[in-house]
C-alpha cells in the first residue's frame, strides 16, 4: 500500500524567495512519484514525476523534485518564486499500475 | 485538441435525487478514473477502470456507482445514499499500457451542490 504526507498545509514565500513544498511517502513497492499543480476550479496539472533513473527531476515552470529513497521524501523546490505560482500543489504516489495516491495538499501563497 | 471533458462545469440537484456527472476523453487511454475533492482533504477516489466493461471501487465509493459501456466514457452517478454530495469531482484518465508509471490526465472537473 502506498501513502503520501505533504507537510504544511499552507506555505506562504515572499516573491523571488525559494519555494519548499515538502512531501514524505510511504510504499510497500518502489515508487512512482509526482507532484501535480491545481488553480482554483481547474484540473490537476502534471508538474514533474519520478521514475527510475536519475533522482533530480525537472518539471516545468522552473519546478524540480528530489526523490531521496533514504529519506523516503520527494520535495518540490523552486528558486524564485512567482506570483503566478501561487496555486495548491500535491504530490501522488503510484505503486505501478495502480491509481494515484494523493497527499492533502499544500496551498502555496506568494506575497509581492 | 486530445484531452478530457467534464460537463457541467457547476451543477446543482436537490437533496434525494440521483445526479450524472459526465467524463469524456478521446486521448486513447485504458484507465479512467474518479476522484473527490473536498477543502483539505485532498483527492479521494472513488472508482476506476481498468479496461471496457470493468470498474473496481476506491476509498469512498459508497453512495455512488459507475459504468463503462465505452473506451472514452466514465460517468459518474451519485446516488441519495451519499451523505454529503456537495464536492468538486474530478475525472482523470491514463495510458496504463507497457509504461505503468504514466502519469494521470486530469479533467477540468466539475463542482456539485446538494441543496
Known amino acids: 500500500a502506498q501513502s503520501v504526507t505533504q507537510l504544511g498545509s499552507h506555505v506562504s514565500v515572499s516573491e523571488g524567495a525559494l519555494v519548499l513544498l515538502r512531501c514524505n511517502y510511504s510504499?510497500?513497492?518502489?515508487?512512482?512519484l509526482f507532484w501535480y499543480v491545481q488553480y482554483p476550479n481547474q484540473g490537476l496539472q502534471l508538474l514533474l514525476k519520478?521514475?527510475?533513473?536519475?533522482?533530480l527531476v525537472k518539471g516545468i515552470n522552473g519546478f524540480e523534485a528530489e526523490f531521496k529513497k533514504s529519506e523516503t521524501s520527494f520535495h518540490l523546490t523552486k528558486p524564485s518564486a512567482h506570483m503566478s505560482d501561487a496555486a495548491e500543489y500535491f504530490c501522488?504516489?503510484?505503486?505501478?499500475?495502480?491509481?494515484?495516491?494523493f497527499g492533502k495538499g499544500t496551498r502555496l501563497s506568494v506575497i509581492a | 485538441d486530445g484531452g478530457i471533458t467534464q460537463s457541467p462545469k457547476y451543477l446543482f440537484r436537490k437533496e434525494g435525487q440521483n445526479v450524472t456527472l459526465s467524463c469524456e476523453q478521446n486521448?486513447?487511454?485504458?484507465?479512467m478514473y474518479w476522484y473527490r475533492q473536498d477543502p483539505g482533504q485532498g483527492l479521494r477516489l472513488i472508482y476506476y477502470?481498468?479496461?471496457?466493461?470493468?470498474?473496481q471501487k476506491g476509498d469512498i465509493a459508497e453512495g455512488y456507482s459507475v459504468s463503462r459501456e465505452k473506451k472514452e466514457s466514465f460517468p459518474l452517478t451519485v446516488t441519495s445514499a451519499q451523505k454529503n454530495p456537495t464536492a468538486f469531482y474530478l475525472c482523470?484518465?491514463?495510458?496504463?499500457?507497457?509504461?505503468?508509471?504514466?502519469?494521470?490526465?486530469f479533467g477540468p472537473g466539475t463542482r456539485l451542490t446538494v441543496l
Open positions: 482523470a484518465s491514463r495510458d496504463a499500457g507497457l509504461a505503468i508509471y504514466n502519469e494521470q490526465f
Open positions: 510504499s510497500s513497492v518502489p515508487p512512482y
Open positions: 519520478y521514475t527510475t533513473g536519475a533522482t
Open positions: 501522488a504516489v503510484s505503486g505501478g499500475n495502480t491509481p494515484l495516491v
Open positions: 486521448l486513447n487511454h485504458d484507465a
Open positions: 477502470s481498468q479496461i471496457v466493461n470493468d470498474f
